[in-house]
């Protein structure tokens, strides 16, 4: 039997910055490693920043048509902290939000059907409800044991 030690502190979004964050702690230590393998796993370019306790991902092609590819990029960092680790994952849904807003406008602009339009509505918010469990999937799998 597998059991994650883990504490669900928060999860946000920015509306500002279109940013959606997921945070998460663990006593424990080698976290970004497990994220880094999580995400390439995914197809994501990552790269480790100069600062030892961050990485930042991209798309790549071979994100196909998953959440990760409806985003420009994120981050993942780890903070330690004297009596426990947190692991911030964020990353930015711009892409998303551009092509929703340019493919709701062709469709009200050429009056498509009700029907259609929220046969849309109800496929972004569905990407956005996979997006959010994507995040919480690479926290999980950085503090995973």
Do not use: C, N, Y
């Amino acid at each position: 039997m597998d059991v994650t030690l883990m504490i669900h502190i928060a999860s946000t979004f920015a509306w500002r910055s279109l940013t959606l964050s997921w945070f998460a702690e663990r006593a424990d230590t080698s976290l970004l490693r497990r994220a880094k393998d999580d995400l390439e796993s995914r197809g994501a370019r990552v790269s480790l920043m100069p600062e030892r306790d961050s990485l930042e991902f991209r798309t790549s092609w071979r994100t196909g048509r998953s959440w990760l590819g409806q985003v420009t990029g994120g981050t993942v960092v780890v903070e330690q902290q004297a009596d426990r680790i947190l692991v911030t994952v964020r990353a930015s849904f711009w892409p998303l939000a551009l092509w929703t807003a340019l493919f709701l406008a062709v469709l009200v602009t050429f009056r498509f059907p009700l029907v259609l339009i929220f046969a849309f509505a109800f496929f972004v918010i569905g990407t956005v409800v996979l997006a959010f469990m994507g995040l919480r999937s690479i926290a999980r799998a950085a503090l995973t044991l």
